[in-house]
Protein backbone atom coordinates (compact mmCIF):
# COMPACT_ATOMS: atom_id res chain seq x y z
CA UNK A 1 0.00 0.00 0.00
CA UNK A 2 1.52 3.52 -1.15
CA UNK A 3 1.30 6.04 1.98
CA UNK A 4 -1.40 8.81 0.64
CA UNK A 5 -0.97 12.12 2.30
CA UNK A 6 -4.19 13.65 2.97
CA UNK A 7 -3.81 16.10 0.38
CA UNK A 8 -3.15 13.54 -2.26
CA UNK A 9 -6.06 11.88 -0.48
CA UNK A 10 -8.41 14.90 -1.48
CA UNK A 11 -7.09 14.88 -4.78
CA UNK A 12 -7.75 11.07 -5.56
CA UNK A 13 -11.71 12.06 -4.16
CA UNK A 14 -11.99 14.90 -5.94
CA UNK A 15 -11.04 13.38 -9.46
CA UNK A 16 -13.11 10.11 -8.91
CA UNK A 17 -15.89 12.95 -8.70
CA UNK A 18 -14.45 14.37 -12.14
CA UNK A 19 -11.79 13.77 -13.87
CA UNK A 20 -11.69 17.12 -15.24
CA UNK A 21 -11.71 18.92 -12.11
CA UNK A 22 -9.78 22.11 -13.19
CA UNK A 23 -6.05 22.04 -11.62
CA UNK A 24 -7.45 25.42 -9.95
CA UNK A 25 -10.19 23.81 -8.02
CA UNK A 26 -8.22 21.26 -6.96
CA UNK A 27 -5.29 23.48 -5.67
CA UNK A 28 -8.10 25.56 -3.39
CA UNK A 29 -9.25 22.34 -1.91
CA UNK A 30 -6.27 20.60 -0.97
CA UNK A 31 -4.68 24.41 -0.17
CA UNK A 32 -1.67 23.38 -2.69
CA UNK A 33 -0.26 25.34 -5.12
CA UNK A 34 -1.15 24.56 -9.12
CA UNK A 35 2.05 23.14 -9.67
CA UNK A 36 2.43 20.81 -6.61
CA UNK A 37 -0.97 19.30 -7.62
CA UNK A 38 0.21 18.75 -11.10
CA UNK A 39 3.23 17.17 -9.42
CA UNK A 40 1.19 14.99 -7.51
CA UNK A 41 -1.22 13.66 -10.20
CA UNK A 42 1.60 13.30 -12.16
CA UNK A 43 3.18 10.79 -9.55
CA UNK A 44 0.61 9.25 -9.25
CA UNK A 45 -0.15 8.41 -12.75
CA UNK A 46 3.33 7.28 -12.50
CA UNK A 47 3.12 5.22 -9.53
CA UNK A 48 0.11 3.57 -10.60
CA UNK A 49 -2.14 4.77 -8.46
CA UNK A 50 -4.24 6.60 -10.99
CA UNK A 51 -4.47 4.13 -13.69
CA UNK A 52 -7.18 5.61 -16.08
CA UNK A 53 -9.25 8.58 -16.65
CA UNK A 54 -12.67 7.83 -18.41
CA UNK A 55 -16.20 8.57 -19.16
CA UNK A 56 -18.94 7.03 -17.94
CA UNK A 57 -21.71 6.37 -20.76
CA UNK A 58 -25.20 5.65 -19.96
CA UNK A 59 -25.54 1.58 -21.43
CA UNK A 60 -29.21 2.61 -21.54
CA UNK A 61 -28.92 5.44 -23.79
CA UNK A 62 -26.35 3.91 -25.94
CA UNK A 63 -28.45 0.99 -26.90
CA UNK A 64 -27.62 -1.81 -24.02
CA UNK A 65 -31.31 -2.30 -22.73
CA UNK A 66 -30.31 -4.96 -20.25
CA UNK A 67 -27.38 -5.76 -17.74
CA UNK A 68 -26.87 -9.56 -16.52
CA UNK A 69 -24.57 -10.73 -13.69
CA UNK A 70 -23.13 -14.58 -14.96
CA UNK A 71 -21.14 -16.76 -13.21
CA UNK A 72 -18.75 -19.21 -15.35
CA UNK A 73 -17.64 -22.46 -14.14
CA UNK A 74 -14.96 -24.45 -16.10
CA UNK A 75 -13.95 -27.81 -16.83
CA UNK A 76 -10.28 -27.53 -16.25
CA UNK A 77 -8.50 -24.77 -13.94
CA UNK A 78 -5.10 -25.00 -15.33
CA UNK A 79 -3.29 -21.79 -16.16
CA UNK A 80 -3.54 -21.43 -20.16
CA UNK A 81 -6.74 -22.55 -20.14
CA UNK A 82 -7.71 -19.46 -17.71
CA UNK A 83 -6.03 -16.83 -18.99
CA UNK A 84 -7.70 -18.15 -22.53
CA UNK A 85 -11.05 -17.46 -20.90
CA UNK A 86 -9.48 -14.40 -19.44
CA UNK A 87 -8.24 -13.08 -23.11
CA UNK A 88 -11.99 -13.68 -24.74
CA UNK A 89 -13.38 -11.80 -21.47
CA UNK A 90 -11.09 -8.90 -22.24
CA UNK A 91 -11.81 -8.95 -25.79
CA UNK A 92 -15.73 -8.79 -25.81
CA UNK A 93 -16.89 -5.28 -26.27
CA UNK A 94 -20.26 -6.55 -24.17
CA UNK A 95 -18.36 -7.80 -21.12
CA UNK A 96 -17.46 -5.09 -18.84
CA UNK A 97 -15.78 -6.44 -16.01
CA UNK A 98 -14.77 -9.80 -15.43
CA UNK A 99 -13.48 -10.99 -11.95
CA UNK A 100 -11.52 -14.51 -10.95
CA UNK A 101 -13.16 -15.54 -7.46
CA UNK A 102 -13.37 -18.52 -5.48
CA UNK A 103 -16.58 -20.38 -4.28
CA UNK A 104 -18.96 -22.68 -6.64
CA UNK A 105 -17.96 -20.23 -9.93
CA UNK A 106 -14.56 -19.70 -11.49
CA UNK A 107 -15.56 -16.24 -12.93
CA UNK A 108 -18.20 -13.42 -12.58
CA UNK A 109 -18.80 -11.51 -15.93
CA UNK A 110 -20.87 -8.33 -15.81
CA UNK A 111 -22.22 -7.84 -19.32
CA UNK A 112 -24.23 -5.49 -21.47
CA UNK A 113 -26.77 -6.97 -24.37
CA UNK A 114 -28.81 -4.50 -26.76
CA UNK A 115 -31.95 -7.68 -26.66
CA UNK A 116 -32.72 -11.04 -25.39
CA UNK A 117 -31.54 -12.11 -28.65
CA UNK A 118 -28.33 -10.49 -28.12
CA UNK A 119 -27.04 -11.99 -25.29
CA UNK A 120 -27.74 -15.08 -26.91
CA UNK A 121 -25.78 -14.72 -29.40
CA UNK A 122 -23.05 -13.58 -26.28
CA UNK A 123 -23.54 -16.78 -24.42
CA UNK A 124 -22.48 -18.75 -28.18
CA UNK A 125 -19.38 -16.80 -28.77
CA UNK A 126 -18.20 -16.71 -24.77
CA UNK A 127 -19.66 -19.75 -23.57
CA UNK A 128 -21.17 -22.48 -26.05
CA UNK A 129 -18.25 -22.44 -28.34
CA UNK A 130 -15.91 -23.02 -25.57
CA UNK A 131 -15.42 -26.75 -24.98
CA UNK A 132 -13.54 -25.65 -21.41
CA UNK A 133 -16.81 -23.90 -19.84
CA UNK A 134 -18.86 -26.54 -17.83
CA UNK A 135 -21.97 -24.55 -17.18
CA UNK A 136 -22.67 -20.30 -16.77
CA UNK A 137 -25.82 -19.18 -14.62
CA UNK A 138 -27.50 -15.72 -15.32
CA UNK A 139 -28.97 -13.36 -13.58
CA UNK A 140 -30.96 -10.68 -15.48
CA UNK A 141 -30.37 -6.89 -13.61
CA UNK A 142 -34.13 -5.38 -12.45
CA UNK A 143 -32.13 -1.77 -11.43
CA UNK A 144 -29.44 -0.23 -11.01
CA UNK A 145 -28.69 0.14 -7.26
CA UNK A 146 -25.24 1.73 -7.20
CA UNK A 147 -22.58 1.40 -10.33
CA UNK A 148 -18.55 2.72 -10.15
CA UNK A 149 -15.53 2.05 -9.00
CA UNK A 150 -14.56 4.65 -7.05
CA UNK A 151 -12.08 3.74 -4.19
CA UNK A 152 -12.86 4.66 -0.18
CA UNK A 153 -10.01 6.98 0.72
CA UNK A 154 -8.57 8.16 3.51
CA UNK A 155 -10.97 8.51 6.67
CA UNK A 156 -13.94 7.43 4.32
CA UNK A 157 -15.86 4.26 5.11
Known sequence: MTDLSESDCIILRLLQENARHKLETIAAETGLSVATVQRRIKHMKSTGIIISETVLVSAEKAGYAMTFLILV?????????????????????????????????????????RSMEDFELLTHRLFFDDSNVKRFRTSVVMGLTKVGLKVPLGNEP
Request: net charge negative; hydrophobic share 40%; aromatic share 10%.
Open 73 to 113: ELERERLDQLDAFRRKAKAEPQVQQCYYITGDADFALIALA
